[in-house]
């Protein structure tokens, strides 16, 4: 079945650091992905989305691209700050009403300043 | 719009009790998700309605938990009875289709969260 493996936190960084999280997935079709992050006491937000290969979705400084050939869709910032501390979650969907999303198990970023 | 709605956003209960956790999804919006995220077992998918139609509840971990959805505004997660293992944050979604570059996709929108306690 479809799935969704994302890099185990936590993932500590000093800030103005470059951060990456890893995250692949296996499907079955060709799914949209997503990045939603979890900033502490809150729900989930969608952070950024990529509905097709070779989609780059981008939302505050953060990037990702999918990668159909590695089945990946890796998380990017090029200079991170305390704000950016939370858990973040990569997901997959297909379209149609009746579809869920399939989250990883979330990744802890921390950052120091 | 508000968002998506929940109450309460706590909760402190005694095992044995009856616990009754609300959802009001976003307007326009004809799916709805129920989570429960803890620190040993992440985030689980406890069921999901289209419709009002409840279409996989198969994450629901037992007959004390049920859901319903008796209209396109309203949803309700109950226990009964509760037990401190179902202490958590129980998380209510309900996703909208959004479009982009030709594509559609389906966004889920979270709301805030009920953190439940069981004594």
């Known amino acids: 079945g479809d799935s969704v493996t994302q890099m185990e936190g936590p993932v500590t960084l000093s800030e103005e650091a470059f951060l990456t999280i890893n995250c692949t997935y296996t499907?079955?079709?060709?799914?949209?992905l997503f990045w939603y992050v979890q900033y502490p006491g809150e729900g989930l937000q969608l952070l950024l989305k990529?509905?097709?290969?070779?989609d780059k979705g981008s939302n505050k400084g953060f990037e990702a691209t999918y990668r159909k050939e590695t089945t990946s869709f890796h998380l990017e910032k090029g200079s991170v700050q305390v704000s950016d501390s939370a858990v973040y979650f990569c997901?997959?969907?297909?379209?149609?009403?009746?579809?869920?999303?399939?989250f990883g198990t979330g990744t802890l970023l921390a950052v120091q300043p | 719009d508000a968002g998506v709605i929940q109450s309460p956003r706590h909760e402190v209960t005694e095992m044995g009790q009856e616990v009754t956790l609300r959802c009001k999804p976003i307007?326009?919006?004809?799916?709805l998700f129920w989570y429960r995220q803890t620190m040993m077992r992440g985030l689980e998918l406890l069921i999901y309605?289209?419709?009002?139609?409840?279409?996989?509840d198969s994450g629901m971990p037992e007959d004390r938990f049920s859901a319903k959805m008796p209209n396109a505004s309203f949803s309700t997660l109950k226990i009964q009875p509760s037990e401190p293992r179902d202490s958590a944050v129980y998380f209510c979604?309900?996703?909208?289709?959004?479009?982009?570059?030709?594509?559609?996709?389906?966004?889920?929108?979270f709301g805030p969260g009920t953190r439940l306690t069981v004594l």
């Open positions: 979604a309900s996703r909208g289709v959004g479009t982009s570059g030709g594509s559609s996709y389906n966004e889920q929108f």
């Open positions: 307007s326009g919006h004809n799916s």
């Open positions: 997901a997959l969907s297909y379209g149609g009403a009746t579809n869920k999303l399939i």
């Open positions: 309605f289209n419709n009002n139609v409840p279409i996989d």
């Open positions: 990529a509905t097709k290969a070779d």
């Open positions: 499907a079955t079709g060709y799914p949209s």
